[in-house]
């Protein structure tokens, strides 16, 4: 390179350089502006209508020509986009009048600006208040609801914030209608229907739920009171007591993994609905709103809300505190970007199983395979030999129910970082365990990262105390925590694609896992149901996108006929298509009274590999105290 070209490139990458500093500084939230008098207003008149009413006042404007709201397009804890602006309607601007004063509001022009902001132009007014409200029908731990039963709304999809002013102090008001309670987070009486709230962030990380009938019952753990809420919407069958017990296991054994919580107050919002789209479970700085489409009567709805609350609770200290860069200070125009989801989720989901066993709720067994089970949903998806751990947190956007009209082949390509990092927590736990001979342990690692990271680091957030982490951080800290290196153990497994080294890690505790090599059969991506004719002919019910059949042209509706020369039925249609035994096969289908013949060209044959962990009966009596060391918490 001549010195006249050396020198042009410096100045290239010295400008790309100015331009990423300009762009993070105009991303960053203005700390410096003078704080507004912000109050929010939400009501519910017409439940049966699904409607949130939002009025937003701002005060103290100090000259300002006009005022940004702004809904999020994505809320913490739920990386995908949902762009929650969809469901506003009827927005519109006014003067701001104060409570109790006597006067009367001007109409102010509300012009929308994109797909997410609204501008308010203040004509001289101090103050302004916008109106606006909200479709809400979905229970969930991202969305909001209102309908005859209940109220419950989680913040960044019913509320709006000032641009520029996020970190400003504010006011909330809950209108609910007439003998309906209201609890959250930080309500202390069932009666309590005005909050504070030190900044935005806080506001929606507070959910909500306004019902005339939910239950509430008690305990504590350590001097902190907790509160487990249940709003059923089916049977219990004596079941609310057993679940309010294991909760106070899960919590007593949690705590004594980490260290005590910092909130004197936590709330567990469960809601049992058979009638939800689907289950979920969201964490909160000092609450957490899980959702099971099932009734409470249902033993298996019950052992799945147990497990939700053992992996949201372990959140108070990993994600809601210690945090990997990128999880906040928030910016709710573009999608969230962290390598350390693996880390914050996989662990979590690590640590939700390993708190069970702990606790006294799971044996052996149940751990075992459950961890088995993830590390064969791993190390059997195609994506888990393309993508890394530190991709997948990356791409988080993608795949935190990310959906998308045009066809992916992600379920190829991809690996989620739930399971992904809770095989590599395992491990990793298991290696420092065995090679420190017992002296330390993941627990370690997340004391010490959590007092490193949150409790000591000077804060770069007004929203929590400490910093994030990068990835490179926690394998600094994990290192000088188990006594050796473990750069090669992150490079190869972690911003890598490696297997990492099960057998080695369950040796330590005279454990061992088993491989059992079987031949998948192929679907080609077709769903059939048996139709309502006496030969319960096989009726196609779905086709999943860019599969064999949907590149045959299979469609919705379809009566398969035949394939190759035999005709089949819903009972015998599967083993058929798969005794075919060639690379492409001639599929006949009734479609519109008419038969029409296809060419499915098969997938090839795949092998899949099922994995067990199992008691290694010539374990060392050092493996076995590891083992017990390690399932007991100690």
């Avoid at 909330?172 to 009486?189: F, Q």
């Avoid at 992600?410 to 970082?417: E, G, K, P, Q, R």
């Avoid at 000077?458 to 982490?469: A, F, H, I």
């Amino acid at each position: 390179m001549t010195p006249f070209a050396r020198r042009r490139a410096q100045r290239v990458l010295l400008l790309l350089a100015l331009l990423a500093l300009a762009s993070h500084a105009a991303s960053a939230q203005d700390t410096s502006a003078p704080a507004y008098k912000i109050s929010y207003r939400i009501s519910m008149p017409r439940p049966a209508s699904h409607l949130f009413e939002v009025q937003l006042d701002v005060a103290g404007l100090a000259c300002a020509d006009h005022v940004d709201f702004q809904m999020p397009r994505w809320s913490p804890g739920r990386y995908a986009v949902f762009d929650f602006a969809k469901n506003v309607q009827e927005a519109r601007g006014a003067s701001y009048c104060p409570p109790e004063a006597m006067c009367d509001r001007a109409a102010l022009p509300a012009e929308r600006l994109d797909t997410q902001t609204w501008r308010v132009a203040t004509r001289g007014a101090d103050g302004v208040t916008f109106f606006y409200k909200v479709f809400g029908d979905d229970l969930s731990g991202t969305f909001s609801q209102l309908d005859t039963r209940h109220a419950n709304f989680n913040g960044g999809s019913v509320f709006v914030y000032v641009v520029g002013h996020k970190q400003d102090p504010l006011s909330l008001k809950v209108e609910a209608p007439a003998g309906w309670k209201i609890i959250n987070g930080y309500s202390t009486r069932l009666d309590e229907s005005e909050f504070r709230f030190p900044n935005y962030d806080v506001l929606i990380d507070t959910p909500t739920e306004v019902a005339p009938d939910f239950t509430v019952q008690t305990f504590e753990v350590g001097g902190k009171l907790y509160r487990v809420v249940v709003h059923s919407l089916g049977p219990e069958g004596g079941h609310r007591d057993e679940l309010v017990r294991a909760v106070e296991k899960i919590v007593r054994a949690e705590v004594a993994t980490i260290e005590p919580p910092e909130f004197d107050q936590y709330t567990f919002l469960f809601h049992f609905d058979p009638t939800a789209r689907r289950g979920d479970g969201m964490e909160h700085l000092n609450s957490t709103q899980i959702i099971e489409t099932g009734a409470l009567a249902d033993r298996g709805v019950l052992d799945s809300a147990i497990g939700t609350a053992a992996h949201e609770f372990f959140h108070n200290w990993n994600v809601k505190r210690l945090r990997p860069v990128g999880l906040g200070p928030w910016d709710f125009t573009r999608p969230v970007v962290t390598q350390g989801l693996w880390i914050a989720e996989g662990f979590t989901n690590y640590y939700g199983k390993l708190s069970e066993r702990r606790a006294g709720i799971w044996n052996d067994e149940q751990l075992f395979k459950s961890y088995a089970d993830a590390i064969g949903g791993i190390e059997n998806a195609p994506g888990g030999k393309l993508m890394s751990a530190v991709e997948s947190s990356v791409i988080a956007p993608f795949i935190d129910r990310g959906s998308s009209d045009q066809r992916t082949n992600l379920s190829d390509t991809s690996v989620n970082y739930y399971p992904k990092g809770e095989t590599l927590a395992l491990v990793l736990d298991l290696l420092i365990r065995g090679r420190s001979r017992g002296r330390a342990s993941l627990d370690d690692v997340m004391r010490r990262a959590y007092e490193e990271f949150y409790l000591k680091s000077p804060n770069d957030s007004y929203y929590l105390r400490g910093r994030g982490y990068t990835v490179d951080d926690f394998r600094r800290v994990a290192s000088e925590v188990a006594g050796f290196d473990l750069s090669d153990f992150f490079r190869r497994h972690a911003y890598g694609v490696e297997p990492p080294p099960y057998d080695e890690a369950l040796s330590y505790v005279g454990l061992r896992l088993t491989r059992t090599h079987e031949r998948r059969p192929t679907s080609a991506g077709l769903t059939v149901f048996a139709d309502d004719t006496p030969q319960q002919r096989a009726r196609v019910s779905a086709v999943q996108k860019s599969s064999a059949a949907d590149t045959a042209g299979l469609k919705v509706g379809d009566v398969l006929v035949s394939v190759g020369d035999k005709s089949v039925t819903a009972a015998d249609w599967f083993a058929t298509l798969n005794a075919a035994g060639a690379a492409r096969v001639a599929l006949v289908v009734l479609r519109e009274g008419k038969n029409v013949t296809l060419d499915l060209a098969l997938p090839p044959a795949q092998e899949r590999t099922t994995y067990r962990i199992e008691e290694d009966k010539n374990a060392t009596p050092e493996a076995r105290a590891l083992r017990d060391a390690w399932l007991r918490g100690r």
